[in-house]
């Protein structure tokens, strides 16, 4: 079960770093992914900074808590998606539903069970 875990947790990081590298590279093309467009360089800075550092960090404490079967270290992925999941459903009942709501809303909760699995897991391991 901690393999298959850690392994979970790695392909997610996996995704989050190719789209944390995806939003510093080309922040225009990433972000017409996720339904946004940039008015100007301070939109494209906003992109390629804010939603770096998102899924990077992510990718890069989600990749550590794996390999080092870390639960402490998985604490700031989670309150991201989290944050992101929770944000999304506000977003839903304050506006309304679009298509593909559904999508984004998936993955961040994928992200929010397995982290919150392995860390529950693995602290009652390490005690």
Excluded at 58 to 63: D, K, L, R, W
Excluded at 64 to 72: H, I, P
Excluded at 95 to 117: D, I, K, N
């Amino acid at each position: 079960m901690n393999f298959i875990l850690a392994a979970l947790i790695a392909l997610g990081a996996m995704l989050d770093l190719v789209l944390g590298v995806s939003f510093f590279v080309d922040p225009a093309l990433a972000g017409m992914d996720f339904g946004m467009t940039a008015t100007g360089p301070m939109g494209l800075s906003a992109m390629r900074g804010d939603f770096t550092a998102f899924f990077l960090v992510a990718a890069v404490f989600m990749g550590w808590g794996a390999w080092k079967r870390r639960s402490d270290v998985l604490l700031a992925p989670l309150l991201l998606f989290a944050t992101a999941f929770t944000g999304r459903l506000v977003n839903l009942f304050a506006v309304g539903f679009y298509e593909g709501w559904w999508t984004p809303m998936l993955v961040e909760a994928a992200h929010v069970f397995v982290l919150t699995f392995a860390m529950l897991r693995w602290r009652s391991q390490a005690a």
